[in-house]
């Protein structure tokens, strides 16, 4: 398991995958201690691992766990096995559609950015009144799913799924019966902070998608900053210093400056995975004189 868990890491434009495997992971974590706890009679220590995961409604409260802004939306409720199993579908189905015309970069962005956005509107709307929606905490990823959902409906509006008991339907009216739904729950006081979070996701994924239709990227930072925290954990190869002195060295040769083919693969991979921005300057210019050659 831990084996194939390693290769979907590895596997290109896989993110809804990578995605499901981190959320199924914490909530089997969560699960896990809430057991344990609740066999040895210690189930204090489990709400104060849960509330590290979930957001609270008050500001106070939040300003003193501020990282459950992100950890929120990687967790579920351990009590509800359909919370975490209809999100995880869901994510399955319209993430693959997703990374097979956008790539993975730019799914992980969208549902970084449909759970921050989520996660605000909850922290915003729930302080305006707070009497009236009253203390809560909130864990789920269906603010960043919403922002999939509409993201994708957006972009394929009439890509078609085929659905059991209801045949061939277009993703766009299934983004709209998710968006309605929440609407509705919100008048009736149902789930309140989820489904305001739903709503956020779903805003932050249309206008995500119609700026990105306009050239614009407003989830770059996200991926440059995951890019950034992943280098820092790679092997850097060691570099080896020798001086020789001037009479001892070989005289040049035409084909000094060739690069490796084995380098050039290295760049053209990169490139297919993170894009020609992704290049450093020297890996620019190796690039550069291998197409002259």
Do not use: C
Request: hydrophobic share 45%; charged share 15%.
């Amino acid at each position: 398991m831990l084996e194939e868990f390693k290769n979907a890491f590895n596997r290109y434009n896989n993110a809804h995958v990578q995605l499901i495997i981190i959320n199924v992971t914490v909530f089997l974590f969560l699960v896990s201690i809430d057991l344990v706890t609740w066999i040895t009679g210690t189930e204090s220590f489990f709400q104060l691992v849960y509330r590290q995961f979930s957001i609270p409604s008050g500001y106070g409260e939040f300003f003193s766990r501020p990282w459950t802004l992100l950890t929120y939306m990687f967790s579920h409720s351990v009590w509800d096995i359909f919370h975490i199993l209809f999100n995880m579908l869901v994510l399955y189905w319209f993430g693959r559609v997703f990374v097979e015309y956008l790539g993975s970069d730019k799914l992980i962005a969208l549902y970084v950015l449909g759970g921050l956005t989520g996660g605000i509107s909850y922290l915003l709307l729930y302080n305006l009144n707070p009497e009236f929606f009253g203390k809560a905490e909130m864990v789920g990823a269906s603010g960043a799913i919403y922002a999939i959902v509409v993201g994708t409906a957006t972009l394929l509006p009439n890509y078609t799924f085929y659905l059991l008991f209801f045949g061939p339907v277009r993703i766009k009216y299934i983004a709209i019966f998710y968006v309605v739904l929440s609407v509705l729950y919100v008048r009736q006081g149902v789930n309140l902070g989820g489904n305001i979070a739903h709503l956020g996701g779903a805003l932050i994924g249309f206008i995500y998608m119609k700026q990105l239709q306009a050239g614009v990227n407003w989830g770059g930072w996200i991926t440059t900053t995951i890019y950034w925290f992943t280098d820092l954990f790679k092997n850097k190869p060691k570099v080896k210093v020798t001086y020789r002195s001037e009479d001892a060295r070989p005289p040049r040769k035409q084909n000094a400056g060739k690069v490796p083919q084995e380098e050039i693969d290295a760049i053209l991979d990169k490139i297919s995975d993170r894009g020609y921005e992704s290049l450093t300057k020297e890996e620019k210019e190796k690039l550069f004189n291998a197409s002259k050659k």
